[in-house]
Every structure is written in C-alpha cells, then in structure tokens.
C-alpha cells in the first residue's frame, strides 16, 4: 500500500512539473510573438549591464543578487517562466531579492552617449565637461566620432582630473553596409547614427543620448532618475518641441505624423535600450509589428521625402504610432532658443530654473543669441579645481547681465537658477565628505 502511495505520489509530482514547463513555453511564445502588444515590464530601468559586460562575469551586486546573471528579470514572472540560465538554486526567492535590490541600490554608472563629427570637437568637450562637473555616480560616455577625431578627443580626455569618477569608449561612426550613403546623408552628417545606438551597444541597458550641443546645469544623476518613473510601456523620455503651438513646427508645416500636438525634439533622449530592443513597433507600413532594427530603413524609404529634421523625425513618427512607449519630461530638461527667443514660454524654466541647455542653431557661436553663448563659454573656460563661484558663478552672471536687451537676456535668471542651486549642493556635499 505504502509502495502504491508513493508511486501516486511520484505520478503526481510529474504532472505538476509537466504542467508548470507547458505554461512556461507558452508564456514565451506569447511574449516572443510580433503582434502581441504586452510586454514584461523590466525593471532593469535603471540597470548597468554594460558595466557587468565590461567585467566578465561580475555581477550587479552582492550576496543574493550577484547570484543572478544580468538579464532582467520581471518580479511578476513566476520561478518557473525564468531562463534555465538565470538564477541558481532557489531561483524565486534570488529573484525576488534581485528585484529589491535594483530597487533600493540604482545603477552605480550612468551611460552617456554623443556623436561628433565636423567640427564639433570643442563643443563636445564642453558637454563631457558640464557632465563631470556636478555628476556623482560614475559617467561612462560612449563617444560616437569620424576616425580624424579619435586622436584628439583621446589627448584631452586622458588630461581631464577624472579621479575615477569617468570613463570614455571611442566609437567609429557605424551605418547599416547596405544603406550607409542613405543615413549619412540625412540632415546633418553622422545626424542618424544616434538610431542605431540601441543596436551598437547591445550589451548597455539603459543610456542617456544627448546632441553635442548640449549642457548640463545640474547633475546628470536627476535627468538618469526618469528611468525610475518608466512605467511597464514605456521605453524611452523626450521633452515637446515647442510649449506654445503658435510658433510650433510640427503642427505648422510637418508632412509626416508626429508626436502630441507640437512633436518632440530628440536632442536630450533618455533610452532604456533592453525594452527598445523587445519591443515590438506598430506602423503605418504593414500590420504586422516591427523591432527596432527592422523598422528603421521601411521608416525612411517611406517617408525620406517628407522629413526635414532627419532622425528626429523618424522618431516623431515612430512614437506617433506608439504614444504609450514615451515618457515625456519638462522643457527646462531640454531648454532652447524656441523657449525665449519670442518672449518667455517654459513655465517649469521660469520656477526653478533651467536644467538641460541646448543651444541648437549654431548659438553658442555667433553673437544672435549671447545669452546662451555666455553659459558656453562660462562652461568652456573653467578649469577644473578651481572654484566655482568665483571662476563660473560670479563672471557668468556679470555677463548675463550684459544681455538684458534680448528677448532671452530678459529672463538670464532663468540660466543661473539652477547653476547657482547645482553649485551649493556640490559643495555641500564635499564637506560631508561625499
């Protein structure tokens, strides 16, 4: 009798694990098939895994979650809907250990990436250097340039007091072999490669891609944070090309769908780059949904004719088509001409200050707008150890106030609100020893 009861046991047993393995190939054909819209939500947002690829086989943290490799695991997914692969014993409770660990331990390395080319050297300097600045987690920046570039871009990074707060790739410029002359031809040279990022750098989870134009007025680690306030569908944050619709582009002369009412400007994009590499796209090009790497060429044979802004606007149509997959920030993270030149239409800019500056249109060089030159050159020419109040704070504000008859010059409290704030709490920070 007692042999009979364990075989039934035994049986029984059996049929559970058979049961539990034929949900699991099935959730995974149902999450791998193009034309289901849900997805797992990964909350690796704020993951790191190209510093765990750089490192072998070091993982993310300690104890139990250095246990898991670096694959993101939903807190949702049962035990059994787990790769055999990720977890070792015990698998359940490594996950749910796993899940508050990134929860309560970000990301200790930000990625940032840029694409130079031209003669866009001196202005990208500037931009690494505004990050390094005010930054406290590590910085990995992922440069993006024409081989002509390299050598000096290496000369005066390998000078920069880093103190192992940063460290620096050097990329070439990278296009598709069958359809290079097309990207690189589109708006502005090397413009497009920013799309190809997510299928570059297979191995980085998340990335914040800014435009060589760009400068930060307060640490990196606050704009990185957005990661944290994805939710499940969301799959990268941009901020609206225009606040006031009248002097809006997109809504006035686009030929192509965009995002929202006034479109969105791609200078500052904020990517979690596993979810972009899932997802599957909808489009107007065929029922069935894309991914990332094969949307982009249909994207631009279709509509090459109708774009002015390039890349920029592949995503406008891309994100029209999936308005759920964007999380959109404030105009003070990405603060243009646009917001001032006609008199002052960035509310959030206005209450706390500017935070993420971007001088499109060539400002930072010509004398058109000289309040924006006057925060690059402030950036441009400090020199790092010296203080801040008396070489960038002080002198920047005597030449703000020199531009007061401009339309931007108007509102310069705007441009040093937030610096001046970025400046305090650096040093607070030092003389806590952090």
């Known amino acids: ?55 072998g086989s070091e993982g993310r943290g300690q ?47 930000m990625h940032l990436a840029v694409v130079a080319c031209g003669e866009r050297l001196e202005e990208t300097l500037t931009m690494l250097r505004s990050a390094i600045i005010f930054s406290i987690k590590p910085l990995q920046f992922h440069i993006f340039a024409e081989d002509q ?46 799309l190809f990022l997510p299928l570059i750098l297979k191995n980085v989870d998340s990335l914040l891609y800014v435009d060589t134009d760009i400068l930060f007025l307060r640490p990196v680690d606050d704009i990185w944070s957005f990661l944290g306030k994805f939710n499940s569908t969301q799959i990268a944050a941009m901020a609206p090309e225009h606040e006031e619709p009248r002097i809006g582009w997109y809504n006035r002369f686009a030929r192509h769908p965009y995002y929202g009412v006034t479109g969105i400007n791609s200078g500052v ?57 964007l999380y959109v920030f404030p105009c003070q993270w990405n603060y243009r001409p646009d917001h001032c030149i006609y008199g002052s239409n960035c509310k959030e800019a206005e209450e706390e200050g500017i935070f993420i500056l971007h001088g499109n249109r060539g400002v930072y060089h010509d004398d058109k707008q000289p309040t924006f030159r006057a925060v690059y050159e402030a950036i441009k020419n400090y020199s790092f150890g010296d203080d801040l109040i008396h070489s960038l704070l002080q002198p920047l504000e005597l030449e703000l106030r020199k531009t007061m008859h401009t339309y931007c010059g108007r509102v310069y409290k705007v441009f040093i609100k937030q610096l001046t704030k970025s400046v305090r709490d650096l040093y607070a920070r030092r003389s806590k020893g952090r």
């Open 1 to 55: 009798m007692r042999r009979y009861a364990r075989m039934a046991l035994l049986c029984l047993g059996c049929g559970v694990c058979s049961l539990l393995y034929g949900f699991s190939q099935l959730a995974l054909s149902l999450e791998q098939e193009p034309g289901r819209q849900r997805q797992a939500p990964d909350l690796a947002a704020t993951g790191d895994r190209a510093a765990a690829a750089a490192a």
């Open 269 to 325: 994009m904020l990517m979690n780059m596993t979810r972009i590499r899932r997802k599957y796209f909808k489009n107007d090009m065929t029922p069935v949904r894309l991914q990332w790497g094969e949307i982009l060429m249909p994207l631009l044979k279709k509509y090459k004719l109708n774009i002015t802004w390039g890349d920029q606007d592949l995503l406008n149509i891309m994100f029209f088509h999936n308005p759920e997959s």
């Open 149 to 194: 570039l390299h050598e000096n871009f290496k000369d005066i990074l390998d000078d920069f007091p880093y103190e192992g707060k940063v460290n620096y790739t050097l990329y070439p410029i990278t296009f598709p072999t069958e359809s290079a002359a097309e990207w690189k031809k589109l708006f502005k040279p090397c413009a497009s490669q920013r």
């Open 63 to 109: 104890a139990g979650a250095g246990r898991c490799k670096n694959l993101s695991v939903s807190f949702w997914n049962s035990y059994w809907m787990l790769p055999s692969d990720v977890c070792g014993m015990n698998c359940f409770w490594e996950a749910a250990f796993r899940y508050d660990y990134m929860k309560t331990h970000p990301s200790e390395k």
